[in-house]
């Protein structure tokens, strides 16, 4: 397509093209077409990257906060002038509906500007001295050079996080994108260069990401890892972090979340709400609603209910008028679909609706809902990111906490129920990271994105988000 924008490298404020590098079809899940030639970087690119990131961090560490957040939110500004052209290449090239890209656009704005205010709050303390005439403080400074692995199914947001609180805390970073969504990470770092970026502060790079990030964890500038993406990424990742000199890392990886729709629950604002949620970015979302424990005396409507509004979806394009869902991002996700689906039919589920491939073009998928799901499913177990709801009937509450808290994961939970009480048992008892209680409101700029137990350690978003990105140094000085 020849109005897709140029996919390069960005290295020491230079744009790399194709010459002399090895180059990778990126592909319009919509038509399975080749958009555009990504090149990927040489060894020598990703060393110089790194050098880059490294000799630029005095520099932008010692630029006052103040000045950080300015070029920061001059940049986001520039996003939201650009987001035509900008959603329309993320959708082009992830398969997300323009509607859902021009959003994510706008929410990557959002955030780089949060941020950016939040870098000028971020404090030390003076402790109080037990000792005369010494004087005890507490700083927090940028860890350093950040290497960052973004994937492929928020390519405007999932970025955006992790450059902004790098960038505003002092840090200088490479990020290499999903090879098969770059154009939204380019299009950011483009607008932070015209706003003023100093070159070296940002570098973009991709590649074939196993040899990408092992190059970049080991490279000795690196201070600093930060992932998001499936959980055996994230553990091999966290294992070349520490191998590579016990570096930091911040992991932000894959979950399951359960819904827990009680028996007191207002059924049509539940389905509403959860239906937009599920099949929001076809399900390939690490905090989409998945397992649904809805209690037996509202579970058959329940299904009814969301089949019906699941099947009032209209499938497309994500750049045709109307459409509500666009492809998957990649035929992986198709297969696993098909897979998933009929492993829990085999196991007794029962297929409410969905359940198979659209067309014969591109990779849609059927939004889906299987019912009456045994937990022994694989589907039941493994993420299925994609769009398909699972649902079981549940006898009480406290069985419907045991099965939401039984799984390894834990990013997102959502629960439905009038009862503060029950509100209360659940924000306290479910383990996740992210909690919604009667609203899908848990990702925003200025709350902590981040899960428990395999969903990975360290929070984005929010003050907590900083943290990610500072090292503390006590001062004891007399
Ligand atoms: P995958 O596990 O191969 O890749 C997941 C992401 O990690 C991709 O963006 C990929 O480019 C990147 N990656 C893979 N190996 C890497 C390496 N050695 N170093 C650095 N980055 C690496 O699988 P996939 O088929 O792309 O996605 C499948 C699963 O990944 C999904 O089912 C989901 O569970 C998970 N996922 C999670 C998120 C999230 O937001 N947490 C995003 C995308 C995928």
């Known amino acids: 397509m020849s109005d897709h924008p140029s996919l390069d490298l960005l290295v020491d404020g230079d744009w790399l093209g194709p010459e002399g590098r090895t180059t990778e079809d990126v592909l319009n899940p919509a038509t399975g077409e080749a958009i555009a030639a990504l090149p990927h970087a040489t060894e020598a690119d990703l060393d110089r990257a790194a050098a880059a990131a490294a000799r630029a961090f005095p520099g932008w560490r010692r630029t006052p906060a103040y000045d950080r957040a300015q070029i920061l939110r001059k940049g986001a500004q520039l996003l939201r002038e650009r987001v035509e052209p900008l959603a329309r290449a993320m959708t082009v090239e992830q398969g997300k509906p323009l509607a859902e890209s021009r959003a994510e656009i706008m929410i990557a704005a959002d955030i780089i500007d949060f941020t950016a205010d939040e870098g000028r709050r971020t404090y030390g303390r003076v402790v109080p001295s037990r000792v005369p005439g010494v004087l005890w403080t507490v700083r927090r400074e940028p860890v350093g050079p950040v290497a960052a692995f973004t994937p492929w199914n928020f390519p405007g947001v999932i970025p955006s996080r992790k450059i902004a609180a790098a960038l505003a805390t002092g840090c200088t970073m490479v990020i290499k994108p999903s090879e098969e969504t770059p154009s939204t990470v380019l299009a950011i770092a483009r607008a932070l260069t015209d706003a003023g970026l100093p070159p070296g502060v940002l570098n973009v790079v991709h590649g074939v990401p196993g040899e990408v990030s092992a190059r970049l964890i080991f490279a000795p500038e690196i201070r600093k890892i930060t992932f998001t993406g499936s959980i055996p990424v994230g553990q091999h990742l966290a294992e070349l972090a520490a191998k590579a000199g016990v570096k930091r890392a911040t992991m932000e990886l894959g979950g399951h979340a359960p819904v827990l729709v009680a028996e007191d629950a207002d059924l049509d604002h539940a389905i509403a709400t959860l239906v937009q949620q599920k099949f929001r970015n076809a399900g390939q979302v690490c905090i989409s609603p998945t397992r649904f424990y809805v209690h037996e005396s509202l579970h058959d409507r329940f299904v009814d209910g969301f089949a019906r509004a699941a099947e009032a979806l209209q499938v497309g394009d994500g750049l045709a008028d109307g459409t509500q869902m666009g492809p998957l991002a990649n035929p992986r996700r198709v297969e696993a679909m098909g897979r998933m689906v009929a492993d829990a039919v085999d196991r ?70 009038a009862s503060g009480r029950t509100a209360q048992r659940i924000a306290d008892e479910v383990e996740a990271g992210m909690i919604g209680i009667n609203n899908p409101f848990i990702s925003m700029a200025e709350t902590p994105f981040g899960g428990v137990k395999q969903s990975g350690y360290g929070s984005e978003g929010g003050t907590e988000g900083m943290d990610a990105y500072l090292v503390t140094k006590s001062v004891s000085q007399s």
């Open 348 to 417: 007794g589920a029962r297929l409410a609706t969905g359940g198979e491939p659209v067309g014969n073009r591109g990779n849609f998928y059927r939004p889906t809902v299987l019912a009456n799901v045994p937990e022994d499913a694989d589907i039941m177990n493994n993420e299925p990111f994609g769009p398909v709801a699972v649902t079981a009937p549940v006898a009480s509450l406290d069985e419907a906490i045991e099965r939401a808290n039984r799984l390894p994961f834990g990013l997102a939970a959502y629960a439905f129920t």
